[in-house]
């Protein structure tokens, strides 16, 4: 069984500039979630996406959006950095969508530096 | 909105030896999972243990167990026998069963430390 992936590990990029991090659920995982976690902090719920639609979102701005494609794999965008979006963020997986075993399973993350 | 209160930044225990950590949660909700989630330094958000609020019986995993409180609000994790690999961050985290999706809230962590 594969475990979820993401890449890039890390990423540098400045103020104003566009970024996409990518996410492979673990097999068998339709359903893809994304979290910022701030260092210091307990990560913080952006969206999370469920046969291609998004299936809820946290408060995060329009300036963060995603994908989600056929294969169940899924991006997250963000539009126009701001120094406050510099972070660890966590792609999570899991099956189906509110039953018991809905436990999510997380990616190793991606560092996302604004300068 | 629910909210995860992990009021111990830090705790540090003996190896071998017993340590609990501590979480309440604000919530209306009558049913809702629970999560510990353990991050060591690689980062990966490792599960630790879940407890269905429905349940009155504390979760249990090798070392670690849970005590849940429910009209308490209260969920600590206690680990038995502690070992080196143990040391890292944990996160308490709930999930409602009535939103869509299964969006996690979080606490705000507490760093474990053990001596050898």
């Known amino acids: 069984e594969t475990g979820v992936t993401q890449s890039p590990t890390h990423l540098i990029k400045t103020r104003g500039q566009q970024v996409t991090l990518r996410c492979s659920s673990q097999?068998?995982?339709?359903?893809v979630s994304w979290y910022q976690q701030a260092l210091g902090q307990g990560p913080q719920f952006i969206f999370q996406?469920?046969?291609?639609?998004?299936?809820g979102r946290g408060n995060f701005p329009p300036r963060f959006s995603g994908l989600q494609f056929p294969n169940y794999s899924s991006e997250l965008n963000v539009n126009a950095l701001e120094l406050d979006d510099s972070a660890l963020y966590l792609c999570a997986s899991s099956s189906a969508s509110g039953g018991a075993a809905d436990t999510q399973y997380f990616g190793p993350g991606t560092r996302l530096t604004v300068l | 909105a629910q909210t995860v209160t992990q009021s111990q930044p830090e705790m540090s225990v003996q190896e071998a030896e017993t340590v609990t950590l501590s979480c309440t949660y604000d919530?209306?909700?009558?049913?809702?999972?629970l999560f510990w989630y353990k991050q060591p330094p690689s980062r990966q958000m490792i599960l630790v243990i879940r407890?269905?609020?429905?349940?009155?019986q504390n979760a249990t995993e090798n070392r670690f167990s849970v005590n849940f409180q429910k009209a308490a609000k209260s969920f600590s994790l206690k680990i038995s026998d502690s070992q080196l690999g143990d040391a890292a961050m944990y996160f308490c985290a709930y999930r409602s069963v009535y939103n869509a999706g299964n969006m996690l809230t979080f606490g705000g962590g507490t760093r474990l430390m053990v001596k050898p």
């Open positions: 919530t209306s909700e009558s049913d809702y999972y």
């Open positions: 996406y469920y046969r291609e639609e998004e299936n």
């Open positions: 097999s068998g995982h339709n359903t």
């Open positions: 407890q269905e609020a429905y349940k009155q």
